[in-house]
């Protein structure tokens, strides 16, 4: 199975920006269908971002649409968050997730992802 782990997060200020990664081992995720997760304390897990296989097809969450860009390179076996214009509600814990496909579909609950990160904190400071 493909074991994954997400770098990148950190304390930023309000309106910058941070790229979150996620490193695929074990597996090609060229297999798999993507998606960004996040939890936020107290709360509880949301859906961010999916990417389809190939990477063609995108879809976000209301919340971050038009400052969040997810992509993948799947030569580098990688997945990818670029966050613009962060935002205080932003801060959270982010997880990847990923779940094989054999198309090109978009999934977005958690529970159809069988495989996850560890998470990486990304923090906003006023």
């Known amino acids: 199975p493909v074991q994954l782990v997400e770098s990148g997060g950190g304390s930023v200020q309000a309106g910058g920006s941070l790229r979150l990664s996620c490193a695929a081992s074990g597996d090609t995720i060229s297999r798999y269908s993507m998606a960004w997760f996040r939890q936020a304390p107290g709360k509880q897990r949301e859906w961010v971002s999916s990417i389809s296989t190939g990477g063609a097809f995108t879809r976000y969450a209301d919340s971050v649409k038009g400052r969040f860009t997810i992509a993948r390179d799947n030569a580098k076996n990688t997945l990818y968050l670029q966050m613009n214009n962060l935002k205080p509600e932003d801060n959270a814990m982010y997880y990847c997730?990923?779940?094989?496909?054999?198309?090109?579909?978009?999934?977005?609950?958690?529970?159809?992802?069988?495989?996850w990160g560890q998470g990486t904190q990304v923090t906003l400071s006023s």
């Open positions: 997730a990923g779940r094989i496909s054999f198309g090109s579909s978009l999934y977005l609950r958690d529970s159809d992802f069988a495989y």
